[in-house]
Each structure stands twice: as structure tokens, then as C-alpha cells.
């Protein structure tokens, strides 16, 4: 069993920073994934890491954006948000996945978060 909690969501402008944690407890999965969901749209996957060797997979709308992280002392994950845009408006969710070639399809990903929101307007 692995329980997800997230922060850091809130409020900013477009080209604003923002700074997302994962907080996980226990130590069985593999990969940590940050997705996100807007109003009417599907939810799609954002970035992932390993567990192992903390590989990092990116979506292409976000890569050069956005950077993953883990600080495995803390067993925490996150999800560096740069120059955010109102399109990157979205409910965050972070996922474990129980094998390690989860990127990032959710279906590939067994727990989830509660979510954070963000929301980038002016």
C-alpha cells in the first residue's frame, strides 16, 4: 500500500513559478508520476521518475519547463514548474507505479493523490 499527499499548488501569474511535493509512505513501487486534469479534458501524464536510478520522462508540452525530483531521504517527490502558462491550468496528481516501465499512460500507475490545484491566470 502506498498513500500520496501533495501540496504547492495555488495561484500564479503567467511566467510564474510553482513548486509541487509528493509526500509518498511506503516504499513499494517503482516510478512516481505527476499527471494533471483541466475541466473537461482527459487526464494526461506530465513527468515521471524512478524510483531506482531516477531516470525522468517528460511530456513534450512541458520538457524544458517543468523538472522532476526526488529527495529519497524525505521519500518525497517534486515537480519544479517554470514559466507556467494558462494552459498548464490543471488539478496536479501524483501516482505510483508497482513496475518499472510505467511512463506516462495512468493506467500504467495503481495509487494516486488527492490532487493540488493550480491555476495560472492574471
Known amino acids: 500500500q502506498v498513500q500520496l499527499v501533495e501540496s504547492g499548488g495555488g495561484l500564479v501569474q503567467p511566467g510564474g513559478s510553482l513548486r509541487l511535493s509528493c509526500a509518498a509512505s511506503?516504499?513499494?513501487?517503482?516510478?512516481i508520476g505527476w499527471f494533471r486534469q483541466a475541466p473537461g479534458k482527459e487526464r494526461e501524464g506530465v513527468a515521471c521518475?524512478?524510483?531506482?536510478?531516477?531516470?525522468?520522462f517528460y511530456a513534450y508540452s512541458v520538457k524544458d519547463r517543468f523538472t522532476i525530483s526526488r529527495d529519497n531521504a524525505k521519500n518525497t517527490v517534486f515537480l519544479q514548474m517554470n514559466s507556467l502558462k494558462p494552459d498548464d491550468t490543471a488539478v496536479y496528481y501524483c501516482?505510483?507505479?508497482?513496475?518499472?516501465?510505467?511512463?506516462?499512460?495512468?493506467?500504467?500507475?495503481?495509487?494516486w493523490g488527492q490532487g493540488t490545484q493550480v491555476t495560472v491566470s492574471s
Open positions: 521518475i524512478t524510483s531506482k536510478d531516477a531516470r525522468t
Open positions: 511506503g516504499s513499494d513501487y517503482y516510478v
Open positions: 501516482a505510483a507505479a508497482l513496475w518499472a516501465g510505467a511512463m506516462l499512460g495512468p493506467y500504467e500507475y495503481t495509487y
